[in-house]
Structures are given as C-alpha cells and as structure tokens.
C-alpha cells in the first residue's frame, strides 16, 4: 500500500491480481475537497504508470465521496487538482477503471463515477444528482453524461427530483453496471476489474454514447412538457431547475464538448445566484439543529419502542401515523368510542390515498393499521416508554391528564404535551416528575409536516431532551429545540404576522392584495386563504360576536370559508376563489371608518409591514434564549410555515438585508405606526456593531 496523501492510498497488491486499488478516506463523507481531488489525481496518474492491469476506486468509512465540498463554495481556489483533470484522466485512462460504490454517491461523487468505465455497488448502495437542493446543477458534466445513460425525460426527472435513488434501480437504469455483494464490495470491484481484462470488454466512455440523447433531437415538445408538467409547479421561485432544463437541452442538441461547456456558464450563473447561497445555508441549518451546547453527545437515551398517544382528533392521527411509519407500535386513547372509531377511519383513509398513489400496496394498510392498539382508558398507557398528549388545547384538562399519566405511567416514561402555546412548566406541575415532561409540538398535517419544536421545560432532564431529540429524527422530522413561551419560536412570529396582516387591511389593503405578495414571495398561500381553508368560524360564535372586526362581520353574513363557498374570497364549485366584493365592502368600510383615506399598497410594502414584525419578535426571542441559534429560527419557518428555501428563513433574510438596513425600516415604521415596532434591543445592538443574527454563537436555552 503507498500513501499517496493523508487521504488518498494506492495498492497493487499481488492478491488483487494486477488490479491497481485506490482508496479514498476523507470522512465524514469523503466530500470532493482540494485534498481529496489532488490525492485522486495523483493516484490515478500513478496507477496509469503502473503495470497495473486495471484500477479499482473505493471509499472507506460510511459513503462512496457525497459531493463536491459544499464548505469550499465561495472561497478562494485552492491550489489543487480540478476535478475536471481528475475526470479526464479516468475517463481517457488505457486501463479499465471501476467505481465501487457503498453508502451514496451525489452530486460530484456520481459524477466521478460516472467517468470509470464500469460501476459496481452493493446493494444498499444509492445515487443521486442533488444539487438542486442546494439551489446548483451538477456541475462536474453530471447534466451532459446522464441523459447519454438514461435519456432526456429520464435525467429531467432524475436531476430537477434531486433524490436518491436505489442501487437495484440504478443497475436498471444502466447508472451501474453490477451489483455486489453487500459485505464483498472490494473483492466483487477487483474480481469485475480483472473480468474486464480477461474478456477484452470495451472502456465504456459515457460521453461518447450519443444513442440515448439521438432520438430526442429537436424534439422541443419534449422540453415544453416537462416545463408545464406537475412536477414542475415545485419549481416556482428555484432557479436550479430551469437551468437543469436547459442543460439538458445542450446534451440532446449540443456535442458533449459544447454541451459541457453551457454547463459550466450555467452552473457559474447558479452558483452565485442568492437562491444558492440561501439552499447552502438550509442545507447547513439543518445540520445545526441537532446540536444542543448543553446537552453532550453522550448523553443517554431513553427507549422509545412504544408509544402512547392521547386524543385521535387532527394532531393525535397524524402523530400516531408518524411513529407506526416506523414501525413503533401506538396505543391511541379517547374519551368514546365514537371519536376512536372516527380517528382511526381518518388514519386508514389516508393510508388507503398513499396506497392509491403508489407510495406501498394496499395489504400494507392492514399491516400499518394493526400497530394501532385502540383504548378507552389511560391505564392502556402504564408501559408505554413515551405518551404524546393531543387532547383539547385547554389547561385544566391538560394537567387532569398529565396527574393520570403521573400516576399510571411507569418510571422513566416520557411524558409529552403536542399543546400548540400552553405553559409545559406549568403542565409538569401537575406531575411529581417535571424532569420527564417535554413538549413536542408537532404542525399540521402531523403525519406531512417535517417541523416538530421540542420544547423544553424548566426541569425537563438532558435524557428526556436527547430522546425526544433522537424521536424526532427517527421518525424523520427535523426536531428543533425551543424554549418555553407563548407560542413557542413559531407560532410566536406568526402571531405577529397575523397582527400585521389584520392591520393592513383595516388601512384598506384587500386581502387578495396581501395573499397574492406573499404567494409571489413564495408561499404556497397567504394568511387570509390559510383562514378561508381553516375555517373563519374557528372560534367565533354568533351569541358572543361583537361584529368589531372583518372577520366577525363576515362571519356574521354566514360566510365562513371554503367550506360553505364564502369567505374572504367567494368560491365556485371547484373551490376556485375570486375576490369577493362584500369582502371589498367591508374592508373599505373599515378603512373609512379608521379614517384611512384609500390608496394602492405595493407587494414590497406589504412583504415589510409582514416580515419585519417576524425578525423583530424572532430577535426577542434569541435575546430571550427560547431558541439556540437563529437559524433553528429559520429551520421551523421553512419545515413548519412553507417559509421559501431559496429565501433561506426570516432570520436570514434579515442578516441579507443587513441589520442596519432593518433597524432604520423600523424605526421609520415605529414613528409613523407607534411602538408596536419599536426595535428589539438585539437588533439595534448587533446592526451597532455591524454583526449578524448568524453571528450569534449557539447558546443554550434559558430555563
Ligand atoms: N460537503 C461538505 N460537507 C458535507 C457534505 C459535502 N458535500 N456532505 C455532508 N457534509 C458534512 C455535513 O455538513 C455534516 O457535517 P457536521 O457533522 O459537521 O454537521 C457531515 O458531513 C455528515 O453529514 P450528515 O449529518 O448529513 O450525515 P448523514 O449520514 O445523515 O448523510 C449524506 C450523509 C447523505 C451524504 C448527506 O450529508 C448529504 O446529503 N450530503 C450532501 C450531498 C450533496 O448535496 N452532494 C452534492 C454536492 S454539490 C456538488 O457535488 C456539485 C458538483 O456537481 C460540482
Ligand atoms: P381536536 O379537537 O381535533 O382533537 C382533540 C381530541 O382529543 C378529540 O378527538 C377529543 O375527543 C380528544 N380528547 C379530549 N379529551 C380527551 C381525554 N380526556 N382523553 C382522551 N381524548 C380526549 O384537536 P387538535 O386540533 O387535534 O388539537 C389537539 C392539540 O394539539 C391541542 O393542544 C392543539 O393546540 C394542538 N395542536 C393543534 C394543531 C392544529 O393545527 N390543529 C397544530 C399543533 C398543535
């Protein structure tokens, strides 16, 4: 074995039969560093030299290389290899070279791999192009060499989904060569290498093969659909994927040199666009949240291999799906019968619509269902190892259960309360074990929405914390640990946008105004269609209506919401809104009556007078330390609210602006609207010293 670098190593070991075998060894994830790249261009250029008969690339650790080094983007080159050098020397080299692929190869990695002659993996092996979830294309010819393996739809679909697909999928789509076997990956590459040379199979250069990308030249439908099909309508507001589209369209109609070429001006245009560097930062964020300053990595966890959950009305299905997803058996408690049997034919229905998509055969409803143990009483909860609450949002109640769950529950049990902005501490009262009471609010739909706050109480134990962390993640949500206060870090900001939202239209602003500057910011819907979906009459009753609002009065006219065809908007029977002239009414007789005289509100006035009450209240909330960092802020925005990903979360949003830039917008609204803006203390502090929310060390979380 020669070292080559401190990452790369080069073996021609007589056992290997000739076959030269490089090693690459750069955890975590073996990503494309200046390092790895130079190490891979040396051992490749030494194992050409060489009498090797053929080389063999392989990683050690968890993965086969993950990517270009997303941590070098935007810094200075570095003096080293390019990875273009490193791809034409394996793709022109006289002797076979084989990729041998365990954990994933994305992005840069796959398209290293691309340039061996022939690729092997085991079979929990998978591959993907992601780069569009951190807002680029691949870049390393991945858009040219693709679509000459799998065709132009095929590499639409495989590059703008950015997913990661399976071994046995990729040997389907020609991606790979071989499958090998799961715990023999260097032998089955080294045996597949010498094959190679005993049968005089041909070097296969990817770019060469014009077959797939012939048939779909000038074929510009083919474009036109893909740009107009469903999938596309994600794509509102990124700029990777028309870029995708458009390589594409150079590797059907381009020569593979040309077509590299638009490649690399495209992927120079991604790659310093905002929305880029915005999917970095969510890529990172996400990242981020799982560390907590005060909570050691070694921190023990607590089992949780059956779960408890209390009220199956919207929250407690949902809950319950997640962790029967995971094959985490659910004992599910309500107060009749009735209400059982209504929540779990909601729970099987939509099981029965993910089967009907596709998403598993329809046997597996009955599999999944029968993980449910219904139950009428909390003593089904005594051995269970965590009971998550989802019962009225009303604190009596919530702690007349929590008293049960204290003295039914065994020892050591996690005890957790879904409650959207009620006090845990004050829930854990009502127990003789606060340590072992957490929140874990999770957003609606709770079996869709990736966003879960952990809340932590004030005597909530590190252990508890670490387990409903590592739930969390088990279940596949992003658990972000927050502190307690009304509404937590995410509701707590809505309400402030709420409060702005109600106020614009008391000025005169129509809602359809408001919704539609949101929707082009990139929401999926604005806060006065959200209420038309929810329901207007939430909480509203005719006996104790004041008719002081737009919403009481528009309730009061009967119109409330989507469901009965009326409310902000009026609805046709497609459920179609159009704005509503009563609504217009109204508005204009609210405005008139607050003495506001009518006039037009540009979408970036409206987008501030929204936006700016967020940071500010999210700033109060970091000065507070009810959040860790301020990007675990923005993580429950884009996971919990739909906040745009390519806008990176509000906090950020504000760091892009520039601190200085929000203080003087809100003073400037604070002298024309009052103290309703007056700027958080850590905004005037931090624009005072030329810093950024980002800049804020992690800090844990007061309690
Ligand atoms: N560059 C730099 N660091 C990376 C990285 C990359 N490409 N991929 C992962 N890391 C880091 C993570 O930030 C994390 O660091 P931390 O421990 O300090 O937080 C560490 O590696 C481990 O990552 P995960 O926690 O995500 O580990 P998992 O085992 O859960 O997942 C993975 C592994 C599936 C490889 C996941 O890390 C991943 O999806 N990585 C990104 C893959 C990607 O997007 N590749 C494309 C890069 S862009 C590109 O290649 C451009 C090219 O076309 C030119
Ligand atoms: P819901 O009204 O749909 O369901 C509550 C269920 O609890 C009902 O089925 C009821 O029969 C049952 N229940 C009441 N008392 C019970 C008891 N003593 N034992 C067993 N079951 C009992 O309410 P929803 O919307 O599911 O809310 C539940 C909790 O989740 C609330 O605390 C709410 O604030 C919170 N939440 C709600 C969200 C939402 O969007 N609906 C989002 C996040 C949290």
Same mark, same amino acid.
């Given at each position: 074995?020669?070292?080559?670098?401190?990452?790369?190593?080069?073996?021609?070991?007589?056992?290997?039969?000739?076959?030269?075998?490089?090693?690459?060894?750069?955890?975590?994830?073996?990503?494309?560093?200046?390092?790895?790249?130079?190490?891979?261009?040396?051992?490749?250029?030494?194992?050409?030299?060489? +009498?090797?008969?053929?080389?063999?690339?392989?990683?050690?650790?968890?993965?086969?290389?993950?990517?270009?080094?997303? /941590?070098?983007?935007?810094?200075?080159?570095?003096?080293?290899?390019?990875?273009? @050098?490193?791809?034409?020397?394996?793709?022109?080299?006289?002797?076979?070279?084989?990729?041998?692929?365990?954990?994933?190869?994305?992005?840069?990695?796959?398209?290293?791999?691309?340039? =061996?002659?022939?690729?092997?993996?085991?079979?929990?092996?998978?591959?993907?192009?992601?780069?569009?979830?951190?807002?680029?294309?691949?870049?390393?010819?991945?858009?040219?060499?693709?679509?000459?393996?799998?065709? !132009?739809?095929?590499?639409?679909?495989?590059?703008?989904?950015?997913?990661?697909?399976?071994?046995? @999928?990729?040997?389907?789509?020609?991606?790979?060569?071989?499958?090998?076997?799961?715990?023999?990956?260097?032998?089955?590459?080294?045996?597949?290498?010498?094959?190679?040379?005993?049968?005089?199979?041909?070097?296969? *250069?990817?770019?060469?093969?014009?077959?797939?990308?012939?048939?779909?030249?000038?074929?510009?439908?083919?474009?036109?659909?893909?740009?107009?099909?469903?999938?596309?309508?994600?794509?509102?507001?990124?700029?990777?994927?028309?870029?995708?589209?458009?390589?594409?369209?150079?590797?059907?109609?381009?020569?593979?040199?040309?077509?590299?070429?638009?490649?690399?001006?495209?992927?120079?245009?991604?790659?310093?666009? =905002?929305?880029?560097?915005?999917?970095?930062?969510?890529?990172?964020?996400?990242? &981020?949240?799982?560390?907590?300053?005060?909570?050691?990595?070694?921190?023990?966890?607590?089992? #949780?291999?059956?779960?408890?959950?209390?009220?199956?009305?919207?929250?407690?299905?949902?809950?319950?799906?997640?962790?029967?997803?995971?094959?985490?058996?659910?004992?599910?408690?309500?107060?009749?019968?009735?209400?059982?049997?209504?929540?779990?034919?909601?729970?099987?229905?939509?099981?029965?619509?993910?089967?009907?998509?596709?998403?598993?055969?329809?046997?597996?409803?009955?599999?999944?269902?029968?993980?449910?143990?219904?139950?009428?009483?909390?003593?089904?909860?005594? @051995?269970?190892?965590?009971?998550?609450?989802?019962?009225?949002?009303?604190?009596?109640?919530? *702690?007349?259960?929590? !008293?049960?769950?204290?003295?039914?529950?065994?020892?050591?049990?996690?005890?957790?309360?879904?409650?959207?902005?009620?006090?845990?501490?004050?829930?854990?009262?009502?127990?003789?074990?606060?340590?072992?009471?957490?929140?874990?609010?999770?957003?609606?739909?709770?079996?869709?929405?990736?966003?879960?706050?952990?809340?932590?109480?004030?005597?909530?134990?590190?252990?508890?914390?670490?387990?409903?962390?590592?739930?969390?993640?088990?279940?596949?949500?992003?658990?972000?640990?927050?502190?307690?206060?009304?509404?937590?870090?995410?509701?707590?900001?809505?309400?402030?946008?709420?409060?702005?939202?109600?106020?614009?239209?008391?000025?005169?602003?129509?809602?359809?105004? #408001?919704?539609?500057?949101?929707? @082009?910011?990139?929401?999926?819907?604005?806060?006065?269609?959200?209420?038309?979906?929810?329901?207007?009459?939430?909480?509203?009753?005719?006996?104790?209506?004041?008719?002081?609002?737009?919403?009481?009065?528009?309730?009061?006219?009967?119109?409330?919401?989507?469901?009965?065809?009326?409310?902000?908007?009026?609805? +046709?029977?497609?459920?179609?809104?159009?704005?509503?002239?009563?609504?217009?009414?109204?508005? *204009?007789?609210?405005?008139?009556?607050?003495?506001?005289?009518?006039?037009?509100?540009?979408?970036?006035?409206?987008?501030?007078?929204?936006?700016?009450?967020?940071?500010?209240?999210?700033?109060?909330?970091?000065?507070?330390?009810?959040?860790?960092?301020?990007?675990?802020?923005?993580?429950?925005?884009?996971?919990?609210?739909?906040?745009?990903?390519?806008?990176?979360?509000?906090?950020?949003?504000?760091?892009?602006?520039?601190?200085? #830039?929000?203080?003087?917008?809100?003073?400037?609204?604070? !002298?024309?609207?009052?103290?309703?803006?007056?700027?958080?203390?850590?905004?005037?502090?931090?624009?005072?010293?030329? &810093? /950024?929310?980002?800049?804020?060390?992690?800090?844990?979380?007061?309690?």
């Amino acid at each position: 074995m020669t070292t080559v670098n401190d990452v790369t190593d080069l073996s021609l070991d007589a056992a290997d039969g000739g076959v030269a075998v490089i090693t690459l060894d750069s955890p975590p994830v073996n990503a494309l560093s200046a390092n790895v790249r130079t190490g891979l261009f040396e051992a490749f250029g030494q194992a050409i030299e060489s +009498d090797a008969i053929a080389i063999v690339l392989i990683c050690a650790g968890r993965t086969f290389i993950a990517g270009a080094d997303i /941590t070098e983007f935007g810094g200075a080159s570095a003096e080293a290899a390019s990875l273009t @050098d490193v791809q034409n020397l394996m793709e022109s080299s006289p002797k076979p070279v084989v990729a041998a692929i365990h954990g994933t190869a994305l992005g840069g990695g796959l398209e290293v791999a691309l340039c =061996a002659h022939y690729r092997i993996a085991v079979p929990s092996a998978k591959c993907g192009l992601p780069e569009v979830h951190l807002g680029l294309l691949p870049g390393a010819g991945g858009t040219q060499r693709l679509p000459r393996i799998v065709g !132009a739809q095929k590499a639409l679909e495989f590059m703008t989904a950015g997913t990661h697909v399976a071994a046995a @999928d990729c040997l389907e789509m020609g991606l790979i060569d071989e499958l090998a076997t799961e715990d023999n990956l260097r032998a089955d590459a080294v045996g597949l290498a010498q094959r190679l040379v005993a049968e005089g199979r041909p070097l296969k *250069k990817i770019s060469d093969n014009d077959d797939m990308v012939a048939p779909d030249r000038g074929n510009t439908e083919l474009f036109a659909n893909f740009r107009a099909s469903k999938a596309a309508r994600k794509f509102r507001g990124f700029l990777a994927p028309e870029a995708i589209i458009k390589c594409v369209e150079a590797a059907v109609e381009l020569p593979f040199a040309e077509g590299i070429k638009r490649e690399g001006q495209l992927f120079g245009e991604v790659l310093v666009s =905002a929305e880029s560097a915005a999917q970095r930062y969510v890529f990172f964020s996400e990242r &981020q949240v799982w560390k907590i300053p005060d909570v050691p990595r070694d921190t023990a966890t607590l089992p #949780v291999d059956s779960v408890g959950v209390i009220g199956a009305g919207t929250m407690g299905g949902g809950i319950a799906m997640n962790f029967v997803n995971a094959g985490i058996p659910v004992t599910i408690v309500e107060t009749s019968q009735e209400a059982l049997d209504r929540g779990l034919a909601v729970v099987r229905g939509n099981y029965e619509r993910s089967s009907r998509n596709g998403r598993f055969p329809i046997e597996e409803v009955d599999v999944r269902m029968a993980r449910i143990t219904p139950a009428l009483s909390l003593d089904g909860l005594a @051995d269970v190892d965590m009971v998550i609450e989802a019962v009225f949002e009303n604190m009596d109640l919530k *702690k007349e259960i929590f !008293a049960t769950l204290d003295a039914t529950c065994k020892p050591g049990a996690v005890l957790a309360s879904n409650t959207s902005a009620l006090n845990i501490d004050e829930i854990a009262t009502a127990t003789t074990r606060p340590e072992s009471v957490i929140g874990m609010h999770f957003f609606s739909p709770a079996n869709v929405m990736r966003c879960l706050e952990v809340v932590r109480g004030r005597e909530t134990s590190l252990e508890v914390i670490n387990t409903a962390m590592k739930t969390a993640k088990k279940i596949g949500k992003l658990g972000s640990l927050v502190g307690v206060c009304p509404g937590f870090v995410g509701n707590r900001m809505l309400f402030q946008r709420s409060a702005q939202a109600q106020a614009l239209l008391d000025e005169g602003a129509m809602p359809w105004e #408001v919704d539609q500057a949101l929707y @082009d910011f990139g929401f999926a819907m604005g806060p006065f269609q959200m209420s038309d979906l929810a329901g207007l009459d939430i909480g509203w009753s005719a006996e104790t209506s004041t008719g002081s609002t737009i919403r009481e009065r528009l309730c009061e006219l009967d119109r409330r919401g989507q469901k009965n065809g009326a409310g902000y908007y009026d609805y +046709d029977e497609n459920r179609t809104p159009t704005p509503s002239p009563i609504t217009e009414g109204l508005v *204009k007789e609210f405005a008139e009556k607050a003495g506001k005289p009518a006039r037009t509100f540009t979408s970036d006035e409206i987008i501030e007078r929204l936006v700016l009450p967020m940071v500010n209240e999210g700033a109060r909330i970091l000065a507070e330390k009810k959040a860790m960092r301020s990007s675990d802020i923005d993580m429950i925005w884009i996971t919990g609210y739909n906040w745009p990903a390519y806008r990176g979360g509000p906090m950020y949003y504000a760091d892009t602006m520039g601190l200085d #830039v929000v203080l003087a917008r809100l003073r400037a609204l604070q !002298a024309e609207y009052g103290d309703v803006w007056a700027p958080a203390p850590l905004i005037e502090q931090l624009a005072a010293d030329g &810093q /950024t929310f980002a800049s804020i060390p992690a800090t844990p979380l007061a309690t």
